[in-house]
């Protein structure tokens, strides 16, 4: 008599895992195909190398300068980031056929560039160069 019982025990304690599985499998091909269409929002950014022989020598062109230190430089003046957008306004309207042009140091970092890159957008300029800086 016990082993009618035990044999019942084994027969009633298992799980069938074909459901389980199949739900899993859903689940991962649900994944891949998410994210594959899932893109990352970045910026694309190619610092100018120093071997360029061009040399920008316009009295129209407005300059700023990113020292490796984070000082941001004006037409030769120290600027703080949040007076950046005013002080390009001002000679946007000064000089209308004027680009402006950023040097950056090499390294200076990239997410001040963007901010200044903004700044100058913000301040209504479309024309913004980078330019290496030449020791």
Request: a negative charge.
């Amino acid at each position: 008599m016990r082993r009618r019982r035990s044999g019942r025990l084994d027969d009633e304690a298992e799980v069938d895992l074909t459901p389980m599985l199949d739900v899993v499998f859903i689940m991962l091909i649900f994944f891949i195909v998410t994210a594959s269409f899932i893109k990352e929002v970045g910026l694309d950014l190619n610092r100018p190398e120093g071997g360029s022989t061009k040399t920008v020598m316009d009295n129209e062109n407005i300059f700023v300068q990113i020292s490796n230190d984070g000082l941001i430089f004006v037409d030769r003046r120290v600027t703080d980031i949040r007076a950046v957008r005013a002080n390009i306004e001002r000679l946007h309207a000064e000089r209308p056929n004027g680009a402006v042009v950023i040097a950056a140091g090499e390294a200076s970092f990239n997410g001040l560039l963007v901010e200044v890159m903004d700044q100058a957008r913000l301040a209504g300029v479309t024309n913004i160069s980078l330019a290496a800086e030449v020791n």
